[in-house]
């Protein structure tokens, strides 16, 4: 939603002052010079990035519109659901949550926390390391190893599609120069024509260097800044699964391994210990 706000507060003060100014917005509209600005810039995005690389933007992209999902409310559900694993651990064993980590969509701790469940990138990586807890012979140093090196795997892989668009919006005012050039030309073949239709000319050629800047800096250029701050979120909570069980391997009990988790979030997101301390409460009673 922020993003219609920006791209419309952008449009209307940028028209708005150019009309103060005593502008009008008949010759602003030049679909030709749209047409070879976006045009350009999608076929050049096409030939720069690899199939993988065209569909994760595409899928990527929505999520623009979208708030945040990485919310306190979820991060107290990944908290609590990591103490009730950990706390049947030790009570119970290792062995204990074999059955729910083999079938977390059945599992009547995971099914208590429907947002966690929801995301398959933290889903993944949970399971896949209880799965090597309770399975393997991987000590701390060995399961920390590998997690970072799937967290940064995952971080570069996020990262293509940051940068596919980021370099889309560095080519628009280049692409924007191209259609002005194109115009500047057309408009030398009729040089001989009275200075009010050349003014025209001249001023339709000026549009393309204009919107080029305006769709690079205005429209494409923060959506690839806001795509790397929704990266950082996701990754963020994968460091708050490995914290919590890399404090849990290294012999800390529960309530302690989930306040490791909780220290490592952003201050914009991260509960207190008595809000963590309550839901976990809450969380038992049911």
Known sequence: M??????????????????????????LWQPAELVIIGG??????????????????FATLPSCFKGSKYTKAMYLELLSL???????????????????????????????????????????????????????NLNAFEIENLMDNEIETHHHEGE?????????????????IVAAVMGVVKTMSSVGAPPEVLGAKIGAALVGTFLGILLAYGFVGPLSSLLEQKLSEQTKMLQCIKVTLLASLNGYPP?????????????????????LEEEVKQRKGK
């Open 2 to 27: 922020l993003v219609i706000v920006g791209w419309v507060g952008v449009t209307v003060m940028v028209l708005g002052g150019y009309m103060l100014a005593g502008g009008k917005l008949g010759p």
């Open 40 to 57: 350009a810039a999608f076929f050049a995005f096409l030939v720069a990035n690899s199939s993988k690389v065209i569909k994760a933007t």
């Open 82 to 136: 990591l103490y009730d694993l950990l706390a049947k651990v030790r009570k119970e064993g290792l062995m204990s949550i074999e059955s729910d980590v083999e079938t977390p969509d059945q599992s009547p701790i995971f099914t208590k926390y429907p947002m966690i469940l929801e995301d398959h990138h933290a889903m993944d990586f949970l399971i896949d390391y209880l799965r090597l807890m309770v399975g393997g």
């Open 160 to 176: 293509a599609p940051i940068g596919a668009v980021s370099r889309v919006g560095d080519g628009l005012p280049a692409f924007g």
């Open 255 to 275: 309530q302690v391994a989930v306040e490791f988790g909780r220290k490592v979030l952003y201050s914009t997101e991260r509960p207190s210990f008595s809000e």
